[in-house]
């Protein structure tokens, strides 16, 4: 045998005994199949839209001023509780006290005059009934009546008038309540033109709130009355509030929203949401999140909806067996290496969770999804040491 050949029977035997080396020292990629399993329950289950709004009291009053004066003495203030009819403010009543006192001496004038040229009309008309007076007479007589009694029911009118502002002055509460709001101090003068002047808002029970809604138009139809509605509030991150849609308004509001590519008119509509306050928790004015429930159940058996979407795939899950069905909705079990399905009949879904109305009992396990990933096994219990004269794995890298 020659040289040659001699050298290349060594190098292959020494390529061939490291081609066997590397491959029992390598590391085979698996791949290791997890199913993702859920049980039946019951629990509720809804469709929503988000919507924000702000927290106002059920009734809320603006108390204010028909006279123009100067505020005298405030009874009350912010937080303070009142009653119907009670008194919250006075207002300087000196000048009004004087313009009642003319007006009524005025109407006293005018009054005695009245009174006089009716007696003298009555008496004149009997005499012209009677030829014993001229028609000229008779004709004066009657319009000094008339007169006479235009001036007495204008000065009665201005009486009345002056009465009434007289009574402005003393500022009473409209109904029960709490104020939430003053808007003027004492000494400060209040000017009535053609406004009124605001000095306090009072709100009716705080432990009966509501949310006005913006709810936009996409979303205004499937709104309705009664619909179930749940808020949060900044204030208390971690409660949540519950409501009831009381109404829905007719009028919309246009506004132009603007981002960074366009500038698009939205339209929305005003949604009044009732809720119970029994912890006074929620303030006049907050900002509340909601989510109303345009469709809702509760206390039903709900499954993942990814379960409705699940289909065991035997070519990946090697030695499990399945058994089929024919059904439009089905789930799929997991026994003894044995996939199952089990039709189903569905309602409600909020692409999350779908309700299940038949076909499943609550505790029930089924298969939702299913996981697989490839995991490396040392092969025939070789070293995990690698020599770094050997060829290397495809793809590995040496240890720095």
Not at 32 to 47: A, H, L, P, Q
Not at 52 to 63: A, D, L, M, Q
Request: aromatic share 8%; glycine share 6%; with cysteine.
């Amino acid at each position: 045998m020659s040289k040659n050949k001699k050298i290349i029977i060594l190098l292959s035997a020494l390529a061939l005994a490291g081609l066997l080396w590397w491959m029992f020292s390598s590391k085979e990629e698996e791949s290791k199949v997890e199913f993702i399993t859920s049980k039946v329950v019951r629990g509720e289950i809804g469709s929503s839209i988000t919507a924000t709004g702000t927290i106002e009291p059920v009734t809320e009053v603006e108390v204010g001023t028909q006279v123009s004066g100067i505020i005298d003495r405030l009874y009350v203030d912010y937080n303070s509780v009142v009653k119907k009819g009670e008194l919250i403010a006075e207002m300087d009543k000196i000048t009004l006290q004087s313009e009642l006192q003319s007006a009524r001496a005025q109407y006293n004038g005018n009054k005695a005059e009245y009174e006089y040229q009716k007696k003298l009309y009555d008496r004149n008309t009997i005499l012209h009934e009677k030829e014993l007076i001229s028609e000229t007479d008779y004709e004066q007589s009657a319009y000094n009546y008339q007169r006479a009694k235009s001036a007495y029911e204008q000065s009665s009118a201005a009486l009345a008038k002056a009465e009434r502002n007289l009574s402005y002055a003393t500022i009473t509460s409209p109904i029960d309540g709490v104020v939430t709001s003053r808007s003027v101090e004492e000494g400060q003068t209040v000017a009535s033109g053609f406004e009124t002047p605001t000095l306090f808002t009072i709100a009716a029970d705080l432990t009966k709130m509501q949310v006005v809604a913006d709810v936009d138009e996409a979303d205004i139809a499937n709104v309705k009355d009664g619909d179930y509605v749940v808020f949060t509030v900044d204030a208390y991150p971690n409660d949540e509030f519950i409501g009831t849609v009381k109404q829905v308004r007719l009028g919309s509001t246009i506004s132009d929203k603007t981002t960074t590519a366009s500038t698009n008119t939205v339209v929305t509509y005003e949604v009044v949401i009732a809720a119970e306050n029994p912890e006074l928790k929620l303030k006049p004015r907050l900002t509340a999140n909601a989510s109303i429930y345009t469709m809702f159940k509760g206390n039903v058996l709900i499954i993942p909806a990814s379960a409705l979407h699940f289909t065991p795939n035997l070519e990946v899950a090697q030695g499990y067996t399945m058994v089929d069905c024919q059904a439009p909705q089905k789930v799929w079990t997991l026994k003894d290496n044995v996939f199952t399905a089990v039709p189903v009949e569905v309602g409600l879904s909020d692409g999350i969770n779908t309700e299940i109305l038949s076909g499943l009992n609550e505790g029930d396990e089924i298969v939702t999804d299913m996981n697989f990933t490839e995991v490396s096994v040392p092969q025939m219990g070789a070293s995990q040491e690698r020599s770094p004269f050997m060829p290397q794995h495809p793809g590995s890298k040496k240890k720095k």
